[in-house]
């Protein structure tokens, strides 16, 4: 049995999105030749051939599949020059996806462009659906101006890698929603449930959301909280606090579902911890 809180209130959202300015494109052929090509034979084929935005292209995903994201962008962004292909812009989408120091909103904007050249270019569409980051679980988040080691935005997330918690302190988990699809009034409208499980039969009761200060209770292994969400961007940043004051000792997993109430699209992720003396 689950038990369910059901209320509305707006979160904290993020969103990052980036203006890029197109050349114009096409190439389908350099995804199979990229695995053929060396890096040393198309940095000399640049050489010879400085304006060819394709090889630019093909440059980008050498430098990619080779791990190197910094390079991968810098030839990107020289094929921009000439070139305006859903290829082109599927690669950047990747670079900024995988990348630490760009932010991976700004990512969705690339896959977007890539479809809008190209909307049968199969490999940006999963990026364009409904998706939900890992979940980051934190000993503290709070909000902060100032750009230090752990923040992410606005927020300052300090990691938990041990992810086991004193049953006195809240376990904070941060995620990332993108994609959300925007109604006829530019809004975005979706639900969210919490759900705490014990990887043992026992009595998890209380489970407390900082946000709303209210308790459930229980006598079974499963207690979720739900609400729905009302924003403006496609991409949100959100984090919750869950008071395990009165959970059982020992492994449990939390999990986010998103159900994008436009679309319909749901989401989820889980991650395990342990609640420890």
Same mark, same amino acid.
């Given at each position: 049995?689950?038990? !369910?809180?059901?209320?509305?209130?707006?979160? =904290?959202?993020?969103?990052?999105? !980036?203006?890029?300015?197109?050349?114009?494109?096409?190439?389908?052929?350099?995804?199979?030749? =990229?695995?053929?090509?060396? #890096? *040393?034979?198309?940095?000399?084929?640049?050489?010879?051939?400085?304006?060819?935005?394709? !090889?630019?292209?093909?440059?980008?995903?050498?430098?990619?599949?080779?791990?190197?994201?910094?390079?991968?962008?810098?030839?990107?962004?020289?094929?921009?020059?000439?070139?305006?292909?859903?290829?082109?812009?599927?690669?950047? +989408?990747?670079?900024?996806?995988? $990348? %630490?120091?760009?932010? @991976?909103?700004?990512? !969705?904007?690339?896959?977007? *462009?890539?479809?809008?050249?190209?909307?049968?270019?199969? /490999?940006?569409?999963?990026?364009?659906?409904?998706?939900?980051?890992?979940? /980051?679980?934190?000993?503290?988040? $709070?909000?902060?101006?100032?750009?230090?080691?752990?923040? @992410?935005?606005?927020?300052?997330?300090?990691?938990?890698?041990?992810? =086991?918690?004193?049953?006195?302190?809240?376990?904070?988990?941060?995620?990332?929603?993108?994609?959300?699809?925007?109604?006829?009034?530019?809004?975005? *409208?979706?639900?969210?449930?919490?759900?705490?499980?014990?990887?043992?039969?026992?009595?998890? +009761?209380? #489970?407390?959301?900082?946000?709303?200060?209210?308790?459930?209770?229980?006598?079974?292994?499963?207690?979720?909280?739900?609400?729905?969400?009302? +924003? %403006?961007?496609?991409?949100?940043?959100?984090?919750?606090?869950?008071?395990?004051?009165?959970?059982?000792? +020992?492994?449990?997993?939390?999990?986010?579902?998103? =159900?994008?109430?436009?679309?319909?699209?749901?989401?989820?992720?889980?991650?395990?911890?342990?609640?420890?003396?």
């Amino acid at each position: 049995m689950r038990y !369910l809180l059901s209320f509305i209130f707006i979160v =904290t959202f993020a969103v990052c999105l !980036l203006t890029s300015h197109a050349s114009a494109v096409s190439t389908d052929e350099m995804r199979s030749q =990229t695995d053929t090509d060396s #890096l *040393r034979q198309l940095e000399e084929a640049i050489e010879h051939a400085p304006k060819d935005g394709d !090889l630019w292209v093909r440059l980008g995903y050498a430098y990619f599949s080779a791990g190197d994201l910094k390079q991968a962008e810098k030839a990107f962004r020289n094929g921009m020059r000439y070139v305006n292909s859903a290829a082109l812009y599927n690669g950047m +989408g990747l670079v900024f996806m995988y $990348s %630490k120091t760009h932010h @991976k909103y700004n990512a !969705l904007q690339y896959f977007r *462009r890539a479809l809008g050249i190209d909307p049968t270019y199969i /490999e940006a569409h999963p990026q364009t659906q409904l998706r939900i980051s890992d979940l /980051e679980l934190a000993w503290q988040i $709070s909000e902060k101006k100032e750009i230090g080691k752990f923040s @992410k935005g606005h927020l300052e997330v300090i990691p938990m890698p041990t992810r =086991t918690y004193p049953r006195d302190r809240s376990i904070y988990v941060y995620y990332e929603i993108y994609n959300l699809k925007h109604n006829a009034f530019g809004q975005t *409208r979706y639900r969210v449930v919490y759900t705490i499980r014990s990887q043992k039969k026992m009595t998890l +009761g209380a #489970l407390v959301s900082q946000l709303v200060k209210t308790i459930t209770r229980g006598e079974d292994e499963e207690i979720a909280i739900d609400f729905e969400q009302v +924003g %403006k961007g496609s991409s949100e940043a959100a984090y919750v606090a869950l008071d395990l004051t009165a959970c059982g000792l +020992g492994r449990h997993t939390v999990s986010v579902e998103i =159900t994008d109430l436009e679309s319909g699209e749901k989401a989820v992720k889980e991650a395990s911890f342990v609640v420890a003396d």
